[in-house]
Each structure stands twice: as structure tokens, then as C-alpha cells.
């Protein structure tokens, strides 16, 4: 994710999680945590060959273990494999690029198609955040994945590969930090800090 896809993602967080959509200065935070050598935060879209974004998903990584703090997908292309392919690309930046040897997240008791595909990619439950997600009040259930390495590799054997598809997904990688670029000063969102609690994962 670029500073220049955030007004796509925004119109998108607006329909997939009209209740507690993350601003536009949240992602320009998260976005300058992406930036140089102590990066801690990995972000990424995926778009339709003409240009539409048709999904986001991000993470945050810090000694060894990895939040994954949001995944969201165009309504109109759920139930197609999307989600799978975000997550393993999370995956890939979780394992091959931070060095993570655990995976955790959050995610609606109510979200049965998310708790599946998470399940299938070697997540379990390991708690329960009771009103977690307001205003609705919904519980969270906490969920991890200690050998996301294993779970990788299984999900690259299934394919497809996340970078290929009808909505490949764009992983920039490590963004270097440019002299002189403009830095977000406005600091790290509650749910997206440091010593965040695991996850905050909404997948629809």
C-alpha cells in the first residue's frame, strides 16, 4: 500500500466496516511505520486488472511476533479466494521478512467465513475479548498461529499465488525512507501501537 491507494481504501473501509472505519490519518500513520530499516508494519492491496482496489490487509511485527491488524475485501469479491491470498501474503511478510515465529489475531465471533478461513490457515482460539468490537458489542475471539513458516508454506503449495489471479495482490515490500519525505507526526493509532493488543483483525 501507497500513500496514493489510501482514498481507495477509505472508500472501501466505509463499506466493509461501516461501524468503526479506520481515518485517513490512521493509515498515513501506519503507513509511516512502514518506512526504513525499523519498519514494524507491512501493508498491502490488491486490485482488478482495470484498476480497482478489491482489497487491503495489513500487520504490525515486533520480536518475533506478528498482529495482523486489518483485511478487508470488496463486497462484491468476496467468497472468491481473496481473502486466503491477502493472508498468505501477510504470511509471507510475517515469516520471510520480519522473522515471526508467531501470528495472531482478532476477529468477530459472528464472522463465520473468517474464523474458516483462518481455522484452514492454522489459526486457533486461545481467548475471548468480551464487547470487543463497539458500537455493535460483539466479541472478539483471539485466535493464533505458532508455525505461520508451516502454514506458508501449506498455503503456497495450494496456490494460487497471491502476486497472481484475477486481483493480484501488490506487496511493496520495505519501504526505504526517503530524505525530505513528508512523515505523518500524528503518531501511532490506539489500536495499531507497539504494545497493541493481539490483532484488532475485521475481516468481513
Do not use: K
Not at 518475533?64 to 486466503?84: E, N
Amino acid at each position: 500500500m501507497r500513500w496514493w491507494d489510501i482514498d481507495a481504501v477509505l472508500a472501501l473501509e466505509a463499506r466493509v466496516f461501516p461501524e468503526d472505519a479506520w481515518t485517513a490519518g490512521m493509515f498515513w500513520s501506519e503507513l509511516a511505520h512502514a518506512r526504513g530499516p525499523h519498519a514494524t508494519r507491512r501493508y498491502l492491496v490488491a486490485e482488478t486488472p482495470d484498476g480497482v482496489l478489491a482489497g487491503y490487509g495489513g500487520l504490525v511485527a515486533v520480536d518475533g511476533t506478528a498482529d495482523v491488524q486489518t483485511v478487508g475485501v470488496l463486497p462484491t469479491h468476496q467468497g472468491a479466494g481473496l481473502g486466503a491470498r491477502l493472508l498468505t501474503a501477510l504470511l509471507a511478510a510475517a515469516v520471510d521478512d520480519f522473522g515471526c515465529h508467531e501470528v495472531l489475531l482478532e476477529v468477530r465471533v459472528d464472522n463465520v467465513p473468517a474464523r474458516r478461513l483462518y481455522t484452514r490457515s492454522g489459526f486457533v482460539p486461545i481467548g475471548v475479548r468480551r464487547g470487543y468490537y463497539q458500537p455493535g458489542n460483539v466479541d472478539a475471539l483471539v485466535m493464533r498461529n505458532d508455525d505461520p513458516a508451516a502454514a506458508l508454506r501449506a498455503a503456497r503449495a495450494a496456490g494460487p499465488d497471491p502476486a497472481a489471479g484475477p486481483d493480484p495482490v501488490r506487496d511493496p515490500g520495505p519501504v526505504r525512507a526517503d530524505p525530505g519525505a513528508e512523515q505523518d507526526t500524528r503518531g501511532t493509532p490506539p489500536h495499531a501501537a507497539t504494545n497493541a493488543p493481539p490483532g484488532d483483525e475485521r475481516t468481513p
